[in-house]
């Protein structure tokens, strides 16, 4: 009895993990971050949306400020920072075919009183459809808020490291949030990478 049912079995052998995520404690440096906060600053605001509609900005679902960094010369070396750790990420992880840093780095403020984004994944329509890897860099000391964890629920519930500087990566696939922050502001980076539909 043929018990492949088609598939070949030996293609892939090496194991993958899908239970956690891979991160780097020191992704960027106080001296970086400072620089960071600078390249930022002339960047204009949007309030941040949940998909393609601007119409779902500021709701229940998300409550954040964005500004998106532009990839150009002045940007290079971040972007080229975060591809070398995504680079190593899936390597170690989920081997996935990478093709493309097609989206720019978005930069957000979640502030007291309530910022949060609720569980979603960072895949969807359109563009998004196309993300396999999604970082988060953690630009705030996490002493400087309250709230504002980073959580996955990947079966078990894991909360992600608030360590300045600190680089989070993981399959955009994977159901997270960010907790409703009630002081302070929870600064971040976020970036998608992709490739061609799984096979």
Not at 72 to 91: F, Q, S
Not at 168 to 184: A, D, M, N, Q
Request: with cysteine; net charge negative.
């Amino acid at each position: 009895m043929n018990t492949t049912f088609g598939f070949d079995q030996h293609r892939h052998r090496s194991d993958v993990e899908f239970s956690d995520y891979y991160w780097f404690s020191n992704g960027f440096s106080k001296e970086e971050l400072s620089k960071i906060e600078d390249m930022t600053s002339d960047l204009e605001w949007e309030d941040a949306a949940t998909g393609q509609d601007d119409s779902s900005k500021i709701s229940d679902y998300r409550k954040s400020k964005i500004k998106w960094c532009p990839q150009n010369r002045e940007w290079k070396w971040v972007y080229d920072k975060l591809h070398d750790m995504i680079y190593e990420a899936n390597e170690q992880m989920w081997k996935f075919d990478l093709t493309h840093m097609r989206e720019q780095i978005q930069y957000t403020e979640y502030y007291g009183g309530g910022g949060h984004y609720d569980w979603h994944m960072d895949c969807g329509v359109g563009i998004q459809n196309q993300r396999k890897i999604s970082v988060t860099v953690q630009l705030s000391d996490g002493d400087e808020y309250e709230g504002g964890d980073l959580e996955f629920n990947l079966g078990n519930h894991i909360t992600g490291p608030r360590v300045q500087g600190a680089a989070v990566i993981f399959p955009s696939f994977y159901l997270h949030r960010v907790t409703p922050v009630k002081s302070g502001v929870r600064k971040s980076f976020v970036l998608w990478v992709g490739g061609e539909p799984y096979r």
